[in-house]
């Protein structure tokens, strides 16, 4: 893939990925744009390997995973969930917060979950395909979407009972 | 992608997602940063290229000249033998064996090597953009 190529794939492909790296990063939209630029940054480097062009996105995507999976790595940064959630039911107007139930849902899964149903729920990757990005068996993956959805409906499902 | 009918499908966790549109730091600043870095990157590969080439380009001009200098020298070696073997040194005595063809091997050795090195840094240094010699 030429740079001029590259260029104007990526355009099309930013903003969504931006969003899965937000939600990723269960909401930490600093980090998923650092992550963002290394993965775009990598991917730009490695561009000229890249023979077909409609596995882009899919190429794209599984740079992203691993470089979210390498951030994880290099800093596990400790967070409290409960003081989280204060702060979610004191400024829930605000529009930054929007997501903040569910940003401390999908913190609640596990990293590998969360990326499973992320790709799955929200960009659409078959099972199949989350598998071959994130060089996991096809069965792993669905043990990972079951164990996601479930976690991840019940915490909502919590989250709206406590609310009424 | 593919969006099909798996058994995971779940239309609230779906349209959860499907509604998901958080707001994004700036994306003109994000491009930005992008497009610097991207610039950051070919300046630097090209540097890499330019070094790369002139690397190679010293390499072969030492090794020619090396092998050209070996060459003439190792055409010289009977006549210096003869001159040395002419010159009966009193140390000369103290060896059992032939120091003479010792110290010709020495000397082609150490000025192809020297010839070498410094061929090669003045190549590399010529070759650089306003480059000066370093000799």
């Given at each position: 893939m030429l740079p001029e190529q590259f260029a104007k794939q990526v355009k099309k492909s930013q903003e969504p990925l931006r969003r899965f790296l937000v939600a990723l990063c269960c909401g930490d939209a600093m980090r998923a744009d650092d992550i963002a630029q290394e993965t775009l940054i990598k991917a730009y480097l490695g561009?000229?390997?890249?023979?077909?062009?409609?596995q882009f996105e899919a190429w794209l995507y599984r740079i992203a995973y691993n470089t979210y999976l390498n951030h994880l790595r290099q800093e596990r940064p400790t967070f409290c969930l409960a003081e989280a959630a204060k702060v979610s039911t004191q400024v829930q107007a605000d529009d930054a917060f929007k997501y903040q139930d569910l940003y401390i849902a999908l913190r609640q899964l596990s990293d590998k979950e969360r990326g499973s149903v992320l790709l799955f729920?929200?960009?659409?990757?078959?099972v199949e395909e989350i598998a071959a990005l994130t060089e996991s068996s096809v069965s792993a993956v669905k043990q990972q979407l079951s164990r996601g959805r479930t976690h991840l409906r019940a915490i909502i499902l919590t989250n709206n009972d406590l609310k009424q | 992608m593919t969006h099909n009918t798996d058994p995971f499908q779940d239309s609230q966790l779906s349209d959860l997602f499907a509604n998901f549109r958080p707001q994004l730091p700036s994306t003109e600043l994000f491009s930005e940063r992008l497009r610097l870095k991207m610039e950051a990157i070919d300046i630097v590969q090209q540097k890499q290229k330019a070094s790369k080439t002139r690397y190679r380009a010293a390499l072969i001009a030492a090794s020619v000249s090396g092998c050209i200098v070996g060459l003439l020298l190792g055409l010289m070696i009977p006549n210096m033998m003869r001159l040395i073997s002419n010159?009966?040194?009193?140390?000369?005595?103290?060896?059992?064996?032939?120091i003479t063809t010792v110290a010709i091997w020495s000397v082609m050795v150490s000025a192809t090597v020297t010839l070498s090195i410094n061929v090669f840094s003045l190549v590399n240094s010529r070759l650089q953009p306003g480059g000066q010699s370093s000799l």
């Open positions: 561009c000229e390997r890249l023979a077909n062009d409609t729920y929200l960009e659409g990757y078959s | 010159l009966h040194f009193p140390a000369m005595i103290l060896f059992d064996f032939d």
